[in-house]
């Protein structure tokens, strides 16, 4: 047993601002040695994500006491039986703790492993239990990375360079896997496609980066907040375009009748209506939001057919992580993924409910605790 510090979220719901009602608690608590086939890892960074937010605010309903926290980097500092990595190894922590074994893993789809999805949704570790606290608290999406230590699956976890430092190697567990991923993997953005990308955040600016990557011919960027279109302009951007309900008639008109493929990453319903009425004839919308449960999407099925456009969901960015966070390291060090560009501050364990705040005003990109 160690003793750890942990940001704990005993009740969901709680009003903005987030630094007043505080819904995260910082409590130190005991966290059990790692299992067969588990890692024990230090935290170096943690992620500040809307999963996460989407939690706090109760429209994604998990099982409650929880330590959150999904996107990280860190390093093993000790290994459970039989688990394939060393003490020292540097880890990207990704939310998919893809079993291996089923076909959906063996066809190449981890992110829909059917044992990781259960296991995160009853707030477990792949094998089925809970490490932190006497298993009085869950862990969220296998990781619980608001921590100085975390007990992970090795399933959860993706061996890195130690050269990377974890603020930026933090970001390659979620917002890049899961933007990144959905241009390559879910739009297969190809040179000289014309491309949108609705909402700006981590995971719409990774996207944006992977289209210009991949060769995209133009890039329209749409979001409601002024300081994120300029950083996507920054970043590569050809057009911007102001979100609210002329949106989709500018786009169109930019892109003389819509976009190739179309991105969306704010998890609202409503836009994603208008993500798909972006997308040209022939198009393809790719949608990586999550909006809350029970929310439902009316499509005008005559065009669905008459237009050939296709809709697709894509989550974790259709990636499998041991082969894509390597991949999108490289990209980043030769310059052509600059992912440190989305990030817009780091904080101490602290400062939390202050850091979703300004999540949750559309202030940052993307923040980072750092431990």
């Known amino acids: 047993m160690i003793r750890t510090r942990v940001s ?6 709680r009003e903005a601002p987030y630094a007043e009602s505080r819904p995260l608690e910082v409590t130190e608590v005991e966290l059990a040695p790692p299992g067969p086939g588990e890692l024990l890892v230090r935290i170096g960074a943690a992620g500040l994500c809307h999963s996460d937010l989407s939690v706090i605010n109760g429209s994604r309903v998990r099982p409650l006491p929880m330590a959150l926290g999904h996107e990280a980097a860190g390093e093993v500092v000790e290994v459970g039986q039989g688990a394939e990595f060393s003490v020292g190894d540097r880890v990207v922590l990704a939310f998919v703790p893809a079993c291996g074994r089923c076909g959906r893993c063996r066809s190449g789809r981890p992110a829909l492993c059917a ?15 809970r490490r932190i606290d006497g298993g009085r608290i869950h862990h969220h999406l296998g990781v619980s990375a608001f921590s100085d230590h975390v007990v992970v699956s090795q399933q959860s976890a993706v061996r890195v360079d130690a050269g990377l430092p974890f603020e930026i190697a933090a970001l390659f567990g979620c917002a890049v896997l899961t ?20 909402g700006l955040g981590g995971v719409g600016l990774s996207a944006l980066l992977a289209a210009k990557a991949l060769g995209a011919e133009s890039i329209v960027a749409v979001d409601v907040v002024p300081a994120k279109l300029e950083l996507a302009r920054e970043l590569g951007a050809t057009h911007t375009v102001a979100g609210g309900p002329d949106a989709v008639a500018e786009l169109r008109e930019i892109t003389g009748g819509g976009a190739d493929k179309v991105i969306e990453t704010a998890g609202v319903v409503p836009v994603l209506r208008q993500a798909y009425d972006a997308a040209a004839p022939g198009g393809t919308t790719v949608t990586v939001g999550l909006p809350a449960p029970g929310k439902e999407l009316a499509l005008p099925a005559l065009g669905l057919v008459a237009e050939e456009k296709t809709l ?33 501050g780091t904080l101490p364990l602290e400062e939390i409910n202050a ?9 940052a990109v993307r923040q980072v605790v750092v431990f």
Not at 179 to 198: K, M, N
């Open 8 to 13: 704990v979220l005993t009740e969901a719901g």
């Open 115 to 129: 044992q990781g999805a259960a296991a995160n949704g009853a707030g477990t570790l792949l094998g089925g239990g």
């Open 312 to 344: 697709r969901g894509s989550y974790l960015g259709s990636c499998a992580p041991r082969r894509d966070v390597p991949r999108f390291i490289e990209m980043y060090r030769q310059g052509v993924l600059p992912v440190d560009r989305l990030l817009s």
């Open 179 to 198: 933007g990144a991923g959905a241009a390559l993997h879910s739009a297969q953005v190809v040179p000289g496609d014309s491309v949108a990308v609705f």
């Open 355 to 363: 850091g979703f705040d300004r999540l949750h005003t559309g202030e």
